[in-house]
């Protein structure tokens, strides 16, 4: 075997060997999955903003359009798309609806973490039933769960529009 | 526009069962491996080796069956773990075949080429990989075995004892005629099992029922039986079977288990004392304690150079690779001699393929951790959690302590590097290890699943006017 060749391959095995490891890391990068949490544009007009809202968007959209013939045969018109924080320390904040179970509280891992006195730690969770009817239930919270006036105690369907009160925070689900 | 309002959207992220990635990688981590065993023979004997399509076709058929089992049985497991694992045990075989070609070890009294076997016992690795996933469908039915774990892996701790010493260490089972077995490597999964279940059970105790002294939580004294009891036992170990390396594993994987299940920095303190001070005094009075310690502080002694010459060998391999090391099959690392191709495997890496080489080997290990610790972060049950941060740790303080000791950063302890170094016990142990890691990121990366439909609202809706 020449000096070349072996020098060759001594620093070909290395680059393979990194370039294994680089490989390793991108799975890690993409490996990401839990919730993602989006920073719209803000209200100032930040330059940079719209362009990262831009990419995001298209980060997303392929998983929405996976999502949509899942959820193909319950999705009726008029089913409601996105759940807003409309009062509260979140406003406006909002949550893409893809048939996932949507748990509210202070506890860390709840979709939407409340920072309210008056939540609890696991308060209540919306979720899909099987025709797709969005219903919220209340998961035995100290100071309740409000639908419009009324004080949850089953699991009840939620109307498009109709206020959710949690403490200080209201919700409401819109197309 | 007065009004502050939050702008975040907060949506769901699947989680993507990744095995298509996993497989690519496992092509990867396979076509490494075969070009390194290709390299090696090109170097030596300036042809492509004649065991080169049986070894690669070993390897796959090893990593396929690994595949389609995690792909059958864990599909959402994590999908690293499996390729890192595969290339670490496919580069530790090349390397041990290029041992095996040494004209310096061949000329050994105890010369035997172990590359065949060493394939061997990776098929065993993979049979049991496959065992595990296949029957333990959910990890928690391990948390019912606790105390059993306990007593098994004190059994597989004493065992040794009984056992004739082999090279100064009793960490051997041997049996005539059948062979012999490294019990220690099969305890630090058990073992792993039995911290995770106690802890679970015991830790808001531990936690929580402390005073704080000094910006300490020292502990109260009756919850400190259980770290004094394995204190003592790894002190026992130490003395009763000289080993350095299972003793310092099974009390450092303790304490960092402790440390995550209680989060109180005391315990790190307490640990590292109680270390200090129990290395310390056996080191006093230990003759092969002693001899490993000097071993370390000067291994070009001119004295003792019969005893320290393996050390001081593999400081010269280290050094001789320098950064992009000599290329494989053209070091001098065989010049260690007994043990280069198990404990001292390390010091072919460092010379052959140098520090670029070493650290991607390293970072190899770091990878299987970290997917180790995510795994944990992710889990959804406490006794997965810990299990899974007790398994990684398992294996990165075994891979800390071998690392060191031939890189002459603390003294030379009895065991092998995980996966690459030669031995039946050790490739076979990690493999299950691996095994019980999918099987944990597999329940914590599955999709939550969709809530039951209640039966008391239907029941509600019935009898409502």
Do not use: C
Not at chain 1, 82 to 96: F, I, R, Y
Not at chain 2, 394 to 408: D, H, K
Request: proline share 5%; net charge positive; charged share 15%.
């Amino acid at each position: 075997m020449s000096e070349l060749t072996l020098t060759v391959m001594r620093l070909g095995f290395l680059a393979v060997l990194w370039l294994f490891v680089i490989v390793a890391v991108q799975v890690i990068r993409s490996d990401l999955f839990g919730t993602r949490v989006t920073q719209r544009g803000s209200r100032r007009g930040n330059e940079a903003r719209p362009q990262q809202t831009a990419r995001q968007a298209t980060t997303t959209a392929p998983q929405q359009q996976r999502q949509q013939p899942a959820g193909g045969g319950r999705q009726r018109r008029g089913a409601p798309t996105k759940l807003v924080v409309s009062e509260g320390t979140l406003t406006g904040t909002t949550v893409a609806l893809q048939g996932q179970t949507i748990t509210l509280g202070r506890a860390h891992d709840s979709t939407i973490v409340l920072d309210d006195d008056y939540a609890s730690s696991r308060h209540a969770r919306i979720y899909p039933d099987r025709d797709g009817q969005w219903i919220v239930e209340d998961l035995g919270s100290t100071n309740g769960t409000y639908l419009d006036r009324t004080r949850l105690t089953t699991p009840t369907p939620v109307p498009l529009g109709a206020p959710i009160r949690i403490g200080k925070t209201v919700i409401e689900l819109r197309k | 526009m007065s009004v502050v309002t939050n702008t975040t959207t907060i949506g769901a992220i699947e989680a993507p069962s990744r095995r298509n990635t996993e497989l690519m990688l496992l092509v990867f981590a396979v076509a490494i491996a075969v070009f390194a065993y290709a390299n090696v023979g090109l170097a030596i004997n300036g042809t492509l080796p004649a065991g080169m399509l049986g070894y690669g076709v070993g390897l796959t058929l090893l990593a396929g069956v690994g595949h389609l089992v995690v792909r059958k049985f864990a599909p959402y497991a994590d999908p690293l773990l499996l390729p890192l694992a595969t290339l670490l045990n496919g580069i530790g075989l090349a390397l041990i075949w290029r041992l095996d070609q040494s004209p310096r070890l061949k000329e050994r009294d105890n010369f035997a080429a172990v590359a065949s076997k060493q394939l061997m016992w990776t098929a065993v690795g993979v049979a049991l990989f496959v065992a595990v996933l296949m029957l333990l469908k959910d990890h928690r039915i391990l948390q019912r075995y606790t105390y059993i774990s306990m007593v098994v892996s004190l059994v597989l701790l004493i065992l040794p004892v009984f056992f004739p010493p082999v090279y100064g260490a009793r960490i051997w089972v041997t049996i005539p005629g059948v062979g012999s077995l490294q019990p220690g490597e099969f305890a630090k999964i058990i073992i792993a099992i039995f911290f995770s279940g106690y802890l679970m059970v015991k830790r808001d105790a531990l936690a929580l029922a402390s005073r704080r002294v000094m910006g300490l939580y020292l502990p109260r004294g009756r919850d400190l039986g259980p770290i004094l009891v394995i204190w003592a036992l790894s002190i026992l170990i130490l003395v009763f079977e000289t080993d350095l390396g299972t003793s310092l594993l099974f009390f450092g994987l303790f304490v960092v288990m402790l440390y995550v299940a209680t989060e109180r920095t005391s315990w790190i303190v307490f640990g590292l004392l109680m270390s200090a001070v129990g290395a310390v005094s056996v080191a006093s009075f230990e003759p092969h304690v002693q001899q490993r310690v000097q071993a370390w502080l000067d291994p070009f002694s001119k004295t003792t150079l019969a005893q320290t010459e393996q050390i001081a060998q593999s400081l010269m391999a280290f050094g001789s690779g320098g950064t992009l090391g000599t290329g494989l099959g053209q070091g001098n690392s065989d010049l260690i001699g007994f043990a280069a191709n198990s404990d001292f495997i390390l010091a072919t890496v460092g010379e052959e393929l140098g520090l670029a080489g070493m650290m991607a080997i390293l970072l190899m290990y770091g990878l299987i951790v970290e997917r180790g610790v995510r795994t944990a972060l992710a889990a959804r049950d406490p006794f997965g959690k810990l299990l899974a941060i007790g398994l990684s740790s398992a294996l990165a303080i075994q891979v800390f302590v071998v690392a060191g000791g031939v890189m002459g950063l603390i003294p030379l302890t009895g065991m092998t590097m995980p996966f690459i170094a030669q031995g039946g016990s050790s490739v076979v142990a990690n493999w299950a290890l691996i095994a019980i890691l999918i099987r944990i990121s597999d329940t914590a990366r599955r999709p939550a699943p969709a809530p039951a439909p209640s039966p008391d609202a239907e029941m509600t809706q019935v009898v409502r006017p």
